[in-house]
């Protein structure tokens, strides 16, 4: 027998055996949306080490110092302020010579003031005192022309004692305008009295006032300059030793709040300090102040740095 060969069998739907070829447009958005992600990290990183780099670079805003530093500046301001303070000391007692005389004079210009104001209450009172004895003059002579028209004893009578009433009234207006015109006399006494004492208190103050001037405008340049450079050294000290090292100054009597050890003993007040405190205070790892008067204590290395 011949062997018969199979023919494939034709159908409708050819397409359904082909295989299906996925399309490449498909895949090229994956890629665009991977290459903006790697994009944006790199930005990322990029702020991030500019941000790194710009904190490196700023100043710190509060520097922390070494307590050798501080002790450095403490001494260096105690220093300045004590050529601030011997600069003062030449102007003496003038700057209180000058405030005690203004205030004097002030206080003479109120007593005067006050004075004159009493005087013009005085005249005031004078005058109307004599208006009262011109009223009283005035009645007298109406009841006594009212006398030659009485009908009556009973209306005398009566006129006669307004008459002695008025009359009474004239001499108690007289004594007080007496007593007035005296006390007037003396304020006006003591008006002129205090007016030439102000005029010479006045003089002086002129006085005093152009010596002062003239100090000041002899030190006033380096003194500005003082306390310029010592308001830039507070910068170095931080608020609670400022605080304690001002405190100190106001207390202490020469003014003096950071010392030198002298002969092993407190440059403020003497006091012998123990040697293991010396020590300490050499090693400056610490602010030690003396256990007597409170001032802080520094070495020698501290005030020849200084110098």
């Given at each position: 027998?011949?062997?018969?060969?199979?023919?494939?069998?034709?159908?409708?739907?050819?397409?359904?055996?082909?295989?299906?070829?996925?399309?490449?447009?498909?895949?090229?958005?994956?890629?665009?949306?991977?290459?903006?992600?790697?994009?944006?990290?790199?930005?990322?990183?990029?702020?991030?080490?500019?941000?790194?780099?710009?904190?490196?670079?700023?100043?710190?805003?509060?520097?922390?110092?070494?307590?050798?530093?501080?002790?450095?500046?403490?001494?260096?301001?105690?220093?300045?302020?004590?050529?601030?303070?011997?600069?003062?000391?030449?102007?003496?007692?003038?700057?209180?010579?000058?405030?005690?005389?203004?205030?004097?004079?002030?206080?003479?210009?109120?007593?005067?003031?006050?004075?004159?104001?009493?005087?013009?209450?005085?005249?005031?009172?004078?005058?109307?005192?004599?208006?009262?004895?011109?009223?009283?003059?005035?009645?007298?002579?109406?009841?006594?022309?009212?006398?030659?028209?009485?009908?009556?004893?009973?209306?005398?009578?009566?006129?006669?004692?307004?008459?002695?009433?008025?009359?009474?009234?004239?001499?108690?207006?007289?004594?007080?305008?007496?007593?007035?015109?005296?006390?007037?006399?003396?304020?006006?006494?003591?008006?002129?009295?205090?007016?030439?004492?102000?005029?010479?208190?006045?003089?002086?103050?002129?006085?005093?006032?152009?010596?002062?001037?003239?100090?000041?405008?002899?030190?006033?340049?380096?003194?500005?300059?003082?306390?310029?450079?010592?308001?830039?050294?507070?910068?170095?000290i931080e608020e609670r030793l400022l605080a304690a090292y001002t405190r100190i100054r106001k207390n202490a009597?020469?003014?003096?709040?950071?010392?030198?050890?002298?002969?092993?003993?407190?440059?403020?007040?003497?006091?012998?300090?123990?040697?293991?405190?010396?020590?300490?205070?050499?090693?400056?790892?610490?602010?030690?102040?003396?256990?007597?008067?409170?001032?802080?204590?520094?070495?020698?290395?501290?005030?020849?740095?200084?110098?």
């Amino acid at each position: 027998m011949a062997k018969k060969t199979s023919t494939p069998i034709a159908t409708s739907e050819p397409s359904k055996l082909k295989k299906k070829v996925a399309p490449k447009a498909k895949s090229e958005p994956k890629q665009d949306v991977k290459k903006g992600e790697e994009k944006e990290q790199g930005m990322v990183q990029e702020t991030v080490v500019l941000e790194e780099k710009m904190k490196r670079e700023a100043p710190d805003e509060k520097l922390e110092y070494s307590n050798e530093q501080k002790l450095v500046a403490l001494y260096n301001l105690q220093q300045i302020d004590s050529q601030v303070d011997k600069i003062r000391i030449i102007r003496g007692e003038l700057p209180l010579e000058v405030q005690d005389l203004e205030d004097e004079i002030a206080g003479l210009e109120t007593r005067v003031d006050n004075y004159i104001q009493e005087t013009v209450q005085l005249e005031k009172s004078v005058l109307e005192k004599k208006n009262a004895i011109k009223e009283s003059q005035t009645l007298i002579k109406r009841y006594e022309e009212q006398q030659m028209n009485v009908r009556n004893n009973r209306e005398y009578d009566s006129l006669s004692k307004e008459i002695e009433f008025q009359n009474l009234e004239i001499q108690l207006s007289e004594k007080r305008i007496k007593e007035f015109q005296g006390t007037l006399e003396v304020k006006k006494q003591e008006i002129e009295r205090l007016q030439n004492v102000l005029e010479e208190r006045r003089g002086d103050l002129e006085i005093k006032k152009g010596e002062l001037d003239d100090i000041i405008a002899e030190t006033e340049k380096e003194e500005n300059e003082l306390i310029l450079s010592s308001e830039k050294n507070q910068e170095f000290i931080e608020e609670r030793l400022l605080a304690a090292y001002t405190r100190i100054r106001k207390n202490a009597r020469n003014g003096l709040a950071v010392v030198q050890i002298e002969r092993d003993a407190c440059g403020g007040c003497f006091n012998k300090i123990p040697p293991q405190h010396q020590l300490d205070i050499r090693m400056h790892k610490k602010i030690i102040v003396c256990e007597y008067c409170g001032r802080i204590l520094v070495d020698d290395g501290i005030v020849n740095y200084v110098k």
